[in-house]
């Protein structure tokens, strides 16, 4: 029987998250679909536990040297037999008809894809300063944690662009939504699972903006910007310090795992803004 629906994963040291992540999807509603994975040299136990499954709808394949998260899931789109693909991650659980829900939408010709609503681990969460907050509740955000596209139409745009270590996931969508239109659906539902972060994971995340310049410059995508400054609070936080304090009067530090980034928040400031700003030197653009 020909597969109609491929679910695309790239991971990369997942190993206590993707057990639960493969439990949900086994749980589907939709029944015929495939698990294509894309380890992107995964260090801790993520093959064991994958393997941990005897399911012949999952397919795991392990790069042979790094290529990032753009290349790994351009790679996916290659694997992938299905006409429907669907996007998450592996530290995600989706609900049992988040395929069923995707597809009411993707069978409208006028319809390109469709992305669901994300909810970092659950309704009634208040996250604090160490969780690694990833969360739609309105659309608009394109995360390939949880969107679904049409194939053929992937194969037209060219694939997700392997220059951005960020936001590709937003770079694809936006370049899709030139072709036909993209859908919320906030019955197609995926949980974030709990995550935090390190102080080493946390200044990492300082690459994160540096990508926006391109979207800027492709797109004209202004989110996160006012007028010309981008995340203009953070800029705020950099010339002013003494602004970072702020953060303890709205229940942001709980844990020992908060407190331990407060010393990191001004260099991950700093970073952040010297490798944004660089770039913009590179591509030509004047953005602060």
Avoid at 231 to 250: N, R
Wanted: hydrophobic content about 40%; charged content about 30%.
């Amino acid at each position: 029987m020909e597969t109609v629906v491929s679910v695309l994963i790239v991971v990369k040291n997942e190993e206590n998250y993707i057990s639960s992540c493969l439990s949900s999807l086994l749980a589907q509603t939709f029944k015929n679909f495939e698990i294509v994975i894309v380890d992107d040299l995964s260090s801790d136990a993520t093959k064991e536990k994958i393997f941990a499954f005897d399911d012949e709808r999952i397919h795991y394949f392990v790069n042979k040297k790094f290529i990032g998260r753009s290349g790994s899931r351009n790679k996916s789109l290659e694997l992938a037999k299905g006409k429907y693909l669907f996007f998450t991650d592996g530290d995600c659980c989706v609900n049992k008809n988040w395929i069923e829900e995707g597809m009411k939408y993707l069978k409208n010709p006028n319809v390109i894809g469709v992305e669901g609503k994300t909810i970092y681990v659950s309704e009634e969460y208040k996250p604090t300063r160490s969780d690694f907050v990833v969360e739609n509740s309105r659309g608009g955000q394109f995360m390939t944690c949880n969107i679904a596209y049409k194939r053929d139409a992937l194969e037209k745009i060219g694939g997700f662009d392997e220059r951005l270590t960020h936001l590709e996931d937003r770079d694809i969508a936006l370049r899709a939504i030139k072709q036909s239109q993209i859908i919320f659906n906030d019955k197609m539902i995926v949980h974030h699972q709990k995550k935090t972060m390190s102080p080493r994971q946390f200044l990492k995340t300082a690459d994160i903006l540096g990508n926006r310049v391109l979207l800027y410059k492709k797109f004209g995508d202004s989110t996160l910007f006012l007028w010309r400054i981008a995340m203009p609070i953070d800029l705020a936080e950099l010339i002013f310090p003494p602004i970072i304090f702020g953060s303890f009067l709205v229940n942001k530090y709980k844990s020992k795992k908060d407190f331990d980034l407060f010393p990191y928040i001004y260099v991950k400031l700093l970073l952040e803004r010297l490798r944004f700003w660089k770039i913009c030197a590179k591509e030509r653009v004047f953005l602060l």
